[in-house]
């Protein structure tokens, strides 16, 4: 059974940082895509960051680019995001999902198979 666990949401100030976490089990880590999303109440659920499953290439949403970092440890089967300069804006559930080295779409919600439950990132201005 599939498993991601992510941890490390909670309530910052704007201009604070924190690091997200998303532990993986039930696959083989290495050979899946990760990636990070976010919704916000009311709203569709988005893009924020995606690594791929070599490790090498990262991609991000423009909203967050120079803000977050998405990194992965195949050693530890598990996925961080690194927030920086946190906005209000930010304040969302934070979502990670995986998605098979087969496909190459690391924007689209459809391309991955599974999701984590989410951890609530509150930003106060």
């Known amino acids: 059974q599939v498993q991601l666990v992510e941890s490390g949401g909670g309530l910052v100030q704007a201009g604070g940082s924190l690091r997200l976490s998303c532990a993986a089990s039930g696959l083989s880590f290495s050979i899946y895509s990760m990636g990070w999303f976010f919704q916000a109440p009311g709203k569709e659920r988005e893009f924020v960051a995606a690594i791929r499953w070599g490790g090498g290439n990262t991609y991000y949403a423009n909203s967050v680019k120079g803000r977050f970092t998405i990194s992965r440890d195949n050693a530890k089967n598990t996925v961080y995001l690194q927030m920086n300069s946190l906005k209000p804006e930010d304040t969302a559930v934070y979502y990670c999902?995986?998605?098979?080295?087969?496909?190459?779409?690391?924007?689209?919600?459809?391309?991955?198979?599974?999701w984590g439950q989410g951890t609530q990132v509150t930003v106060s201005s």
């Open positions: 999902a995986a998605q098979p080295r087969d496909y190459s779409d690391y924007v689209a919600r459809t391309a991955y198979r599974y």
